[in-house]
């Protein structure tokens, strides 16, 4: 049962409020601002999802950049509440195209009549994009996506923008393009979220990839889809299950094991086990098609190697080095490295390549943090990273054992580590006047990417 409901800026300035049973007091929107930006507690830097002030439970996720906040008195599952403001958000995104704070103050009436039917009175009704626009009416003001950052999924595959539209998933599920003709098309996303922790002398010792297959269709009349992914998928170390959709696999040795899977209610897999095919009429908006787990040993993306050593009483030298281990046809964006230092570190001076173009590096003191951001890295290629410390006291402990680990961000467009692939996306009764574009894109990311000193 949510009492409240609110968006806030970056800046805390309160977007979207909607107060459903009014039993929390006014002015909840400071309390939980001040608190998460001013969060000390647990000795933690970033205030956790969930957390209580006075006898209210606070609740909230970050979505490009927007705090998405809900509020209630009584003992609520954390995982139904940080859900449901997910799936919120993807319903805002999935009317107004864009979310971000612009389009939310431009179609605030749009917002408040979705936030109505999807919560009466603090008890949720429905989060399906499909059913909303039965009882939605009104038209969204659309953004002029040419004059808009790249959000997340484009972003992901801006520099391949020749060959997929990033415009294409910025569109609202229910406006209409000038002309009064909307472009037949339909997107599927492979995105793999990779933990790896590696050892000190550079060996893996726990891999994973959290996956997810999402779709977004702009096709009209609702047509069935047949999605085939590789015949060498297998699922299950042994007789193991998939788990939704009432379906088990039996056991194989495919190139593709994965651990397990579950499915979007609206997929049939009649012929799942025979051929790797799924079938279904997709919903309207941006659904998960199938979410997996893979623990299988794969190839990691990159290779850290770490090293800090004693330079004087009151020196030390940190290198740093990153080597690429895709080919040289795919590219690397947004990449950050950081790296926890000695608490009583005062000065860093940082070295780089020659040449080096696209790399900054920062010393936080607040924290005693090095951070080292390269804005893109090319596969195959190698970047290095001196750092030399300036300590305020002599060490008396093991230097190596107070620094680090070495933690690590990515996004990798047009690859995948899994090897799962989409073989063809198949489209039935679709229109002989147009052939509906189908756009079929990959991305790596890193979920916990560590190395220890």
Request: net charge neutral.
């Amino acid at each position: 049962m949510i009492s409240q409901f609110f968006v806030l800026s970056q800046r805390g300035d309160s977007i979207v409020f909607r107060d459903y049973r009014g039993d929390v007091q006014n002015g909840s929107t400071e309390i939980f601002f001040r608190k998460v930006k001013f969060w000390k507690e647990d000795g933690q830097e970033e205030a956790p999802p969930v957390f209580n002030v006075d006898g209210v439970n606070y609740f909230h996720v970050k979505v490009v950049g927007l705090l998405f906040v809900a509020t209630t008195r009584v003992n609520l599952s954390p995982s139904f509440a940080l859900e449901l403001l997910q799936r919120i958000a993807r319903v805002i995104k999935d009317y107004l195209g864009v979310l971000n704070e612009d389009t939310l103050r431009k179609n605030f009436v749009l917002v408040y009549e979705l936030l109505d039917e999807v919560i009466d009175f603090g008890y949720v009704q429905t989060t399906s994009t499909e059913v909303l626009k039965s009882y939605v009416f009104n038209e969204p003001i659309v953004a002029d996506t040419s004059r808009l950052p790249p959000l997340e999924p484009s972003a992901i595959f801006a520099q391949r923008a020749k060959r997929m539209p990033g415009i294409a998933v910025t569109k609202s599920v229910i406006a209409t393009e000038p002309g009064g003709k909307n472009r037949e098309e339909i997107f599927v996303d492979v995105i793999e979220k990779i933990s790896i922790t590696f050892s000190s002398s550079g060996y893996i010792l726990t891999s994973e990839i959290d996956g997810t297959i999402q779709m977004k269709s702009y096709l009209t009349g609702n047509p069935e889809i047949r999605l085939a992914l590789n015949d060498d998928l297998a699922i299950g170390r042994g007789q193991g299950p998939i788990y939704g959709a009432g379906y088990r696999s039996s056991s194989g040795s495919g190139a593709v094991i994965l651990d397990d899977c579950n499915f979007h209610e609206s997929v049939r897999l009649d012929s799942f086990d025979v051929d790797r095919t799924l079938s279904l009429i997709p919903p309207d908006g941006e659904f998960p098609v199938m979410n997996y787990r893979m623990t299988q040993e794969f190839r990691p993306p990159f290779r850290i190697n770490a090293l800090i050593e004693e330079a004087g009483s009151l020196k030390a030298e940190v290198i740093l080095k990153i080597c690429a281990e895709f080919g040289s046809s795919v590219t690397a964006n947004t990449v950050k490295v950081q790296m926890p230092l000695p608490k009583y570190t005062t000065r860093v001076n940082f070295e780089l390549n020659p040449g080096a173009v696209g790399e900054t590096t920062d010393f936080k003191e607040a924290n005693r943090k090095l951070e080292w951001s390269l804005k893109k890295i090319v596969g195959g290629s190698e970047h290095t990273l001196r750092a030399k410390l300036t300590f305020s006291q002599e060490s008396h402990g093991n230097i190596t054992k107070e620094s680090g680990p070495v933690s690590m961000t990515f996004t990798i467009p047009m690859y995948n580590v899994s090897r799962l692939q989409v073989k063809y996306l198949q489209i039935a009764k679709k229109s002989r006047a147009s052939e509906p574009y189908r756009w079929v894109r990959y991305v790596t990311q890193a979920n916990s990417y560590v190395a220890r000193i």
